[in-house]
């Protein structure tokens, strides 16, 4: 059995996409963290997940070739308030994007994840969830619901210090 040169230069492509493949992914999944030690090979193949289901490929094909979509038209649209939160070292999307999207919101607040690259739940997950409660305890408090929504939830108030 001798396989044909163009079988083996095929399989000789198909090998070089594949190192290419990993290599860009490997340099996306650095980029993603401020601090290298979350750059693992387990955080690239949990970002890589969704693109093990069935029809991903097919799906991402078809949204790419229809232009995929602009939300850009439709932020402003959002009257609801809402946190945009940031890491300060985020490589993936350039800080002028968190800008853009507080400006753009109508009741927008951005917060800077100080060091953090693009993942903040994973890379400041404590910094995160305090920036997530203060911001829910906020909007309640303003509306004059956070002891309502701590007794909803089963905490006395005064345990809760709403009282």
Not at 34 to 62: C, Q, S, Y
Not at 142 to 151: F, K, P, S, Y
Request: charged share 15%.
């Amino acid at each position: 059995f001798s396989p044909s040169l163009h079988s083996c230069v095929r399989v000789v492509h198909i090998l070089t996409e594949a190192v290419n493949y990993c290599v860009v992914m490997q340099a996306a999944n650095k980029m993603a963290y401020h601090d290298p030690k979350f750059a693992t090979e387990d955080a690239m193949r949990v970002g890589r997940l969704h693109t093990h289901l069935p029809g991903w490929t097919d799906a991402n094909i078809a949204f790419m070739r229809s232009g995929g979509y602009s939300i850009s038209t439709r932020i402003p649209h959002v009257q609801q308030p809402t946190l945009v939160m940031w890491g300060r070292q985020d490589e993936i999307l350039e800080p002028k994007y968190a800008y853009q999207f507080e400006q753009a919101l109508a009741n927008g607040r951005l917060q800077w994840v100080e060091e953090c690259g693009h993942c903040a739940h994973l890379e400041q997950p404590t910094i995160t969830t305090a920036n997530i409660l203060n911001f829910i305890d906020e909007g309640l408090s303003e509306r004059g619901e956070l002891a309502e929504a701590a007794v909803v939830a089963g905490i006395p108030a005064a345990v809760a210090g709403y009282n």
